[in-house]
């Protein structure tokens, strides 16, 4: 059974930062590309950052390049995401997806997802 679950959410002042983790089990995590997205209220889900199973080529989101750094560690079945220098538009719930298919995973339609994990970030 696989399973996916995000931690490291919380609450942020303006500028500050939070480490975001994604471990997964029940599968061969290091042939997954793995995903993160973001649901604000009231908005559209959309990617945030993406790193293929390798772990070269991450792609991120305009809206927060040179402030999130996506990274895994296949050894520890976990992705990471680092997101520095927060804005109140940051504040969202944050999703994991991975799917063997990194195409697929940053069109959000990956295998598997989690739960989420709430962001906050007070101005």
């Known amino acids: 059974q696989v399973q996916v679950v995000e931690s490291g959410g919380g609450l942020v002042q303006t500028g500050g930062s939070l480490r975001l983790s994604c471990a997964a089990s029940?599968?061969?995590?290091?042939?997954?590309?793995c995903g993160w997205f973001r649901q604000a209220p009231g908005k559209e889900r959309e990617l945030v950052a993406a790193?293929?199973?390798?772990?070269?080529?991450?792609l991120y989101a305009d809206s927060v390049k040179g402030r999130f750094t996506i990274s895994r560690d296949n050894a520890k079945n976990t992705v990471y995401l680092q997101m520095n220098s927060l804005k109140p538009e940051d504040t969202a719930n944050y999703y994991c997806?991975?799917?063997?298919?990194?195409?697929?995973?940053?069109?959000?339609?990956?295998?598997?997802w989690g739960k989420g994990t709430l962001v906050t970030v007070s101005s």
């Open positions: 029940g599968l061969t995590f290091s042939t997954y590309a």
């Open positions: 997806s991975l799917d063997q298919n990194t195409i697929v995973t940053i069109k959000g339609r990956g295998a598997y």
């Open positions: 790193i293929s199973w390798s772990g070269g080529s991450p």
